[in-house]
């Protein structure tokens, strides 16, 4: 992992800042455009999960290389309640806050690595990956 | 260091039997870092003033300029900042205009004394004092603009408007969050009693991330313009996104939807048999 960017997520402007973010880094590593924009919905749903679930956070957004291929490594880390039944809140529909419960599920589908890491009254942490093709 | 009363009155006295040459320093200073962005009539005018509010504050024995001596002066600080602001001067031109009576004072102090210098020192506490006020009421005016700019911005971006007889259109451009959301349905609403209109379409082509949220934003809109009696379409739906709903999960049931605004507006015409 190298150059890693961080922003704390604080507010609805840092989702944007994190979506512009993750939009300029996209570019620089020339995922395809649809790839782009899967990448940067996810990150957009995960930065909201973040702040309305987690009570804010940080995400941090680094170039990766695994040697064959070049990608994007994004991680969402708060201090939040952390998740009860991880597999019901991978379940579509679900949702405890009133939206279409699609967020964490529709991520996970849209990028290529999706690791969750979350423990009661610790937070929770998401990494996600997506490669170039 | 405080400005002890004594050294109040030493500086207020000075401030008034050497006002002229003052003020004409003064000014000449702040001119200079202005350069000649303001009329020299008008800065005279300006350090004119802050300098009897300065006077008024220290003759009536202000030691900080929190005081209740100080009041005048302060209005007259908070006036300046937001004159500059709306004007369009930076922070530090902002600020120099106060910290340029340093150096005016020093240029009609007698320096050889050195009980000078300490009331000197005194006072250019004050004077500091006085500028980050005038630092801080600049920032704060600014921040009220930018939030002003970014209400005008919510109104500017999301005009409702009628494509044909009875059909009216909202192009949405940019990120759509909860607060243009909200704005967005109720122009919408508004436009359709307005116009009488039984047909809208949502076109969200300068919209560059359909997340669940916006995707969320915009079905509560077409629910609402339904219940109005409305049959809406969402047109503008570009490759990328498409694909991106898709992995989303997210549905849009029986709503129609186009890939671009023109194939929406040929749909409308040919469903009304136009």
């Known amino acids: ?133 | 260091m405080a400005l002890g009363p004594e050294e109040a009155n030493r500086f207020a006295a000075l401030l008034e039997e050497r006002q002229e040459e003052l003020v004409g320093a003064w000014t000449d200073r702040v001119a200079q870092s202005l350069r000649g962005r303001l009329s020299r009539t008008e800065l005279e005018r300006q350090t004119g003033e802050l300098r009897k509010g300065f006077h008024a504050a220290l003759a009536g024995g202000a030691a900080e300029l929190g005081q209740e001596p100080a009041d005048e002066l302060r209005a007259q600080l908070t006036e300046l900042s937001s004159s500059r602001a709306r004007q369009g001067f930076s922070a530090t031109e902002t600020a120099v205009s106060v910290f340029a009576l340093k150096d005016a004072v020093l240029t009609v102090l007698d320096g050889s004394d050195a009980s000078n210098l300490r009331d000197y020192v005194a006072f250019s506490g004050f004077v500091d004092q006085a500028a980050l006020f005038t630092f801080d009421s600049y920032v704060q005016i600014r921040e009220g603009l930018i939030a002003d700019q970014a209400e005008q911005l919510l109104e500017l971006s999301t005009p409702v408007v009628k494509l044909w007889e009875g059909v009216v259109a909202v192009p949405l451009v940019g990120t759509l969050d909860s607060a243009r959301a909200q704005v967005v349905m109720e122009r919408l609403l508004e436009t359709l009693v307005e116009t009488g209109s039984p047909h809208a379409i949502i076109d969200i082509t300068g919209v560059p991330a359909v997340d669940t949220q916006v995707a969320q934003h915009i079905l509560k809109t077409v629910v609402a313009a339904r219940l109005m009696g409305a049959d809406c379409i969402i047109s503008g739906i570009r490759p990328q996104i498409a694909q991106t709903i898709v992995a989303l999960g997210i549905e849009f049931g029986d709503i129609a939807t186009k890939a671009s605004l023109a194939d929406a507006l040929r749909f409308v015409l040919k469903k009304t048999g136009r």
């Open chain 1, 1 to 133: 992992m190298s150059d890693g960017e961080r922003i704390e997520v604080g507010t609805d402007q840092d989702v944007v800042r994190v979506r512009q973010l993750v939009r300029t880094v996209a570019v620089s590593v020339k995922l395809s455009l649809v790839d782009q924009t899967k990448l940067v919905t996810a990150a957009s749903e995960l930065a909201r999960n973040t702040l309305v679930y987690g009570g804010g956070g940080t995400v941090e957004v680094a170039r990766v290389d695994n040697g064959r291929r070049r990608g994007i490594q994004i991680v969402f880390a708060d201090q939040g309640p952390g998740i009860a039944d991880l597999e019901l809140a991978l379940t579509d529909g679900y949702t405890t806050g009133g939206g279409l419960g699609l967020g964490l599920s529709g991520a996970r589908r849209l990028v290529d690595e999706f690791l969750i890491d979350t423990s009661i009254g610790r937070g929770t942490t998401v990494t996600v990956t997506k490669w170039c093709r």
